[in-house]
């Protein structure tokens, strides 16, 4: 097996988690934290928008059963990367879009994915204003995070 892993920021963790447990080849989605300056940061922490942390998940998957490239047409398609710090009413640096990667592979993939996806938006005049960068220290969202959805779910 080749376990890879990547940190995909897209707004609200909790949907973002969800959407990447559905997909073959996945092995683990974990809520977390990353991009910032503080160390440990807890949800209240970051949602102050002072620790410069955005909600992020770690996706670890199977290169062997899932493409890079097939987890970043996912992440595009999950959440709006045209909207500085925000997705719907989630607004706030921890909300930014961001790709940060482990690998200069994963880095040339990502630039790449990103301006074919900026040429197909021109004529909308709409701009990416996703950053990739690399991965910084990750920290785990606390555990009533984890899994939220299935956790709260009324069904």
């Known amino acids: 097996m080749a376990t890879e892993r990547i940190i995909l920021g897209a707004g609200c963790f909790w949907g973002v988690e969800a959407t990447f447990r559905e997909i073959e080849g996945v092995h683990n989605v974990t809520c977390g934290y ?41 992440f595009w398609n999950c959440h709006n990367p045209t909207t500085p710090n925000r997705q719907g009413p989630d ?25 074919i996806l900026q040429k197909q938006l ?15 220290t990750f920290y785990p969202a606390e555990d009533h995070h984890q899994r939220y959805f299935e956790k709260n779910s009324t069904h």
């Open 34 to 74: 990353s991009g910032g300056h503080t160390n440990e940061p807890t949800y209240d922490d970051v949602c102050t928008g002072t620790t410069g942390h955005a909600e992020v998940v770690q996706v670890e998957y199977e290169s062997n059963q899932i493409s890079f490239e097939q987890l970043l047409d996912i």
């Open 122 to 136: 021109q004529s909308k005049n709409l701009t990416i204003v996703t950053e990739i960068i690399l991965v910084s």
């Open 91 to 115: 607004i706030g640096t921890q909300y930014r879009s961001a790709i940060f990667f482990y690998s200069p592979d994963q880095e040339t993939l990502a630039e790449q994915s990103k301006k």
